[in-house]
């Protein structure tokens, strides 16, 4: 779908701008940048991009007031860019629907990564996507809620589970903490952070091989979790 592939850079700063429509460009999708939050919405309106890229320090509006705005009438996948370290910006970009972030200086082969995860994820409806998973010696078989390591089955609570399930179909991606409580416990629960801390080290206990050294299901600091690509069986 490459050349097919529409991507909208929104980012003020010409250099990173240069340097971003270069390293996409070069890969053979098609590219157009804004450098404000208003042009970046009429691009996104009149041409329809597959994924944006969004720099959150624009100079007419806050990104993260700009994702709320396109987030009211586009599922278009987001990455932000951004020179803000902070967690908390992280976060409010990931819960106003963000789909990824990386926070400059970054590489490009980890941006051109992140852009194929968002592109393959908004890419699967529930009828392409994979059940099945292999990671590691386990399988996870999502038609069957089965986890297994060389055909054991791993006993795991339906909490358990449900998290790695979510974890599973989002594969790549970081999930914030309220996002894996409103998906598993519901809204009500959004800022019951230590019980995804509780589930997840139980979930490594049984899945890793080292837990205090997850190699899957990675802790993202102060953020949420993300599970490592995982091979589609
Ligand atoms: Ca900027």
């Known amino acids: 779908m490459n050349s097919e592939t529409k991507i909208l850079i929104i980012e003020d700063e010409q250099p990173i701008c240069r340097f971003l429509n270069v ?3 070069g890969h053979d999708y098609q590219v157009k940048t804004a450098d404000t939050a208003k042009q970046g919405l009429q691009i996104t309106a009149n041409w329809s991009p597959h994924l944006i890229l969004l720099d959150l320090g624009l100079p007419d509006l806050d990104g993260i007031n700009l994702i709320h705005e396109l987030r009211s009438w586009t599922n278009t996948p987001i990455i932000v860019i951004s020179a803000r370290e902070l967690e908390s910006d992280k ?6 629907g963000a789909n990824d972030y990386l926070t ?6 980890e941006l051109l990564a992140r852009v194929r995860v968002a592109l393959r994820l908004a890419n699967q409806d529930s009828v392409t996507a994979p059940l099945r998973f292999q990671m590691s010696d386990i399988t996870i078989d999502l038609a069957l809620k089965q986890v297994t390591r060389d055909s054991e089955s791993i006993k795991l609570t339906k909490t358990e589970y449900n998290i790695l399930k979510y974890l599973c179909k989002n594969a790549g991606k970081v ?14 629960y959004t800022e019951h ?3 995804v801390r509780i589930h997840i080290a139980q979930l490594r206990r049984k899945l890793e091989r080292d837990p205090a050294q997850p190699k899957h299901i ?3 600091t102060g953020i949420g979790y993300r599970l490592n690509e995982l091979v589609a069986d």
């Open 193 to 195: 952070t230590h019980y």
């Open 23 to 25: 390293l996409i460009g």
């Open 104 to 109: 400059k200086p970054f590489g490009r082969e």
């Open 175 to 188: 999930l914030t903490h309220k996002q894996i409580l409103k998906e598993v416990w519901g809204n009500n």
């Open 218 to 220: 990675v802790t993202e």
């Open 91 to 96: 976060v409010a970009s990931l819960d106003a």
